[in-house]
């Protein structure tokens, strides 16, 4: 079954991505998920600054561009893994390098 690891990170973990000491755990998780053969996807994202937010108005679309309101977590990146049941994903999940400020939220991927 495959699961969706959505990674929220802190301004201040943003902040950090330049930091070795920071980014080398997550190297080395990606690189953990890829030698299990259970990494199916993911990416990780710019800060959220970066970003645009289209929202549906009736038949018209509002479109605003970064900054935006500040919020404890932004979201960070995902990840895609095929795992053989909650449980092993519930592992992988608490291997995620987030800081003590982040959080994973471990959520079935739709199966259409």
């Known amino acids: 079954m495959q699961y969706a690891l959505i990674i929220r990170e802190a301004a201040e973990d943003f902040a950090r991505r330049n ?3 920071y980014r080398d755990g997550w190297v080395a998780y990606s690189k953990a998920l890829a030698q299990a053969g259970i990494m199916t996807g993911g990416a990780g994202l710019t ?3 970066t970003g645009t937010i289209i929202r549906r108005k009736g038949e ?3 479109v605003q561009d970064g900054p935006y309101p500040e919020g404890k977590e932004q979201l960070g990146g995902f990840y ?3 795992v053989p049941d909650i449980d092993t994903a519930m592992e ?8 003590d400020k982040g959080s994973v939220e471990l959520r079935p ?3 259409m």
Do not use: K
Not at 92 to 99: C, E, F, K, L, Y
């Open 92 to 99: 992988w999940a608490t291997r995620v390098p987030i800081s």
């Open 19 to 21: 930091d070795p000491a």
């Open 47 to 49: 800060a959220p600054e």
């Open 109 to 111: 991927r739709l199966q």
């Open 80 to 82: 895609l893994i095929e």
């Open 60 to 62: 018209n679309h509002d």
